[in-house]
Each structure stands twice: as C-alpha cells, then as structure tokens.
C-alpha cells in the first residue's frame, strides 16, 4: 500500500460528522454545474451514515483530507464515497483510499469492489478505471448517467 509522509489513516468517529460534510462538500462542488444539481453525496446524512457505514479516514497536518466510506454485503465491498479535499487532490489519495477498501474487502473474505458514479465524472471514472475498475453497466438517472463499475481482487 502507497504511504506518503505525514499522511495517516483512522477510522471516522461520531465527532467526525461535520468535518465529513464539509470535506464531501468541497470536493463534490465542483460537479454542481456539471450536472446541474448537488450530488446525492452532498446531501446524506454524515451522522446516520457513521453510524451504519465503515468510514476510513486520510488525516494530514491540517486534519482529515479525505476518506472512503464502505459498506461490506454478502459477496463484495460496496465503496459508497470516496473523496479528497480539493486542496490535497493530485497527490495520490483517491489511490489510497481505493488501495485501503481492498485491504478491508480482503480482510473480509469479499472478493469484489463495486461502486457507481455518475457518467458526466469523467475523471473519476478515469481514476476508477486506471485502479483497475471494469464499467459493468450504464442506466439512465435523473437526466443523466448513472455507471456502474467493479474490480475483482486476486
């Protein structure tokens, strides 16, 4: 697994909810004018969500600066949210988030990753692909596209 100074990983706590939010928040605004509308991540609940999903946090110096948030099903690791302050984007992270919900799924006897994103994310869909991730299926949602991607571990 990649490391990078000064860039540890936790586990979300309760207390973490704002910081969350904040952080979903900047990081999905600028998909806003993209599609038209806040992305469904920016308008969950964070304090239901820590209580009923797996929240892996990145903390550097000036606190959390991203995460990946997971939720374990029978057959796979379904990987809810993944994303990175703007201020640290292009270092890596997303990677490492990724990286770490193989090691959860592994850890779990779960052999798959799934995810979705929305299609107009052309760059995530970039990133998920250039991690390994295979597009299963495209749907229609709500006047956009909804793609549906997952990797198989080893």
């Known amino acids: 697994m990649a490391t990078h100074p000064h860039i540890l990983f936790r586990l979300a706590v309760p ?18 004018p993209v599609i038209g509308r806040e992305p469904l991540p920016m308008r969950a609940d964070y304090d239901k969500a820590l209580r009923e999903h797996r929240f892996d946090l990145a903390i550097a110096d000036d606190g959390i600066i991203g995460l990946i948030e997971t939720m374990a ?11 990175v302050a ?3 984007q292009g270092r890596g992270i ?8 193989e090691h959860v799924a592994a850890e779990a006897g779960l052999g798959e990753l799934r995810l979705l994103t929305n299609g107009a994310f052309a760059a995530n869909v970039a990133i998920y692909r ?13 006047n956009g596209t909804t793609v549906y991607m997952s990797k198989r571990l080893a």
Do not use: Q, T
Request: proline share 4%; glycine share 6%; aromatic share 10%.
């Open 73 to 83: 099903a029978e057959d796979h690791l379904w990987i809810e949210n993944v994303c």
């Open 94 to 101: 997303g990677g490492m988030l990724l990286d770490r919900a």
């Open 15 to 32: 207390a973490d909810s704002a910081a969350i939010l904040e952080i979903v928040r900047s990081a999905y605004s600028k998909w806003v």
């Open 86 to 88: 703007p201020s640290a």
């Open 130 to 142: 250039k991690h390994g991730y295979a597009i299963d299926r495209e749907e229609p949602f709500m």
